[in-house]
């Protein structure tokens, strides 16, 4: 594969970007879940202070990849890490290096922010992106279980009905 080009995402990928979300909740079995216009892109990714990032990965001036990222805090450590939320290399590209490219210029990212930490999460049943991360030496971190809230538990928690 030719030289590989990985650069900030501009707001001119909004599009570029919902295509590959939308490509990789296909490969997720989560096509229905995948609900961002490109408005809610423009006032996240895009907006005057963002607090997520993205990235494109170029071959010859074709986009084969994104990365989504944002920084969180850990008490701990003390210290951000930088937490990928999105991985995607599109199917013909996959197997020449464009997945550790990405993986690789956050790693960088990440230790120019001081972070003390580099994660991200990945499904269980996916085992090709399973042994990638195994070879790049990254850990499964099994002794956490991930809890997320969403629709009418998020609403109920946030708006707990008032009692007399």
């Known amino acids: 594969m030719s030289q590989l080009n990985i650069r900030p995402a501009t707001e001119q990928d909004i599009d570029l970007i919902l295509h590959f979300v939308r490509e990789l909740a296909i490969y997720e079995k989560a096509e229905d879940e995948a609900k961002a216009t490109p408005e809610h892109i423009r006032r996240t990714l895009f907006c005057e202070h963002p607090a997520v990032f993205g990235l494109i ?3 010859e001036g074709k986009a084969i ?17 930088l937490y ?20 690789q210029r956050l790693a960088q990212i990440a230790l120019d922010k001081d ?11 996916n085992t090709p992106s399973i042994q990638f991360y195994d070879s790049l030496g990254a850990l499964p971190q099994n002794e956490w279980i991930r ?18």
């Open 57 to 59: 990965c170029e071959v």
């Open 65 to 81: 990849g994104f990365a989504v990222y944002f920084f969180n805090y850990s008490t701990w450590q003390g210290q951000h890490g």
């Open 84 to 103: 990928l939320e999105d991985l995607y290399v599109t199917p013909d590209a996959r197997g020449h290096g464009a997945g550790k490219a990405l993986l």
């Open 115 to 125: 972070c003390g930490r580099f994660e991200w999460s990945c499904l269980d049943w």
């Open 147 to 164: 809890y997320r809230m969403t629709g009418s538990a998020l609403q109920a928690l946030a708006h707990p009905k008032q009692s007399n």
